[in-house]
């Protein structure tokens, strides 16, 4: 079974830091565009950062750049989100995904990924 599993969320104050992790089984994602997204109450799932199969390019929502770090191990089937400078407008439920076919024109689609994990919250008091 192919399953992403992300975890280290939780409660933190303005200003502060996070790392998340999702860890990947059943397959090897070493070949998969990684991305992580989020999904804040009442809104849509927008995404947030995404890595190349090599871990040489990244990309990032401008909502997050400066703060937020995407990075890999593929030798461990792993891919890491750290996030500093937290603010309340981050707060959400932060989820790993997998693109099979990376491409940059859709490496921002959801719909373009194949395999998500389940989730993480994330909650960033003021």
């Known amino acids: 079974q192919v399953q992403l599993v992300e975890s280290g969320g939780g409660l933190v104050q303005t200003g502060g830091s996070l790392r998340l992790s999702c860890a990947g089984s059943g397959r090897t994602f070493s070949k998969d565009g990684m991305g992580w997204f989020r999904q804040a109450p009442g809104k849509e799932r927008e995404f947030v950062a995404r890595?190349?199969?090599?871990?040489?390019?990244?990309y990032y929502a401008d909502s997050v750049k400066g703060r937020f770090t995407i990075s890999r191990d593929n030798r461990k089937n792993t891919v890491t989100l750290q996030m500093n400078s937290l603010r309340p407008e981050d707060t959400a439920v932060y989820y790993c995904?997998?693109?099979?076919?990376?491409?940059?024109?859709?490496?921002?689609?959801?719909?373009?990924?194949?395999?998500w994990g389940q989730g993480t919250q994330v909650t960033v008091s003021s």
């Open positions: 995904a997998a693109q099979t076919f990376p491409t940059l024109a859709t490496m921002t689609l959801l719909g373009k990924y194949d395999y």
């Open positions: 890595i190349s199969p090599t871990g040489v390019s990244t």
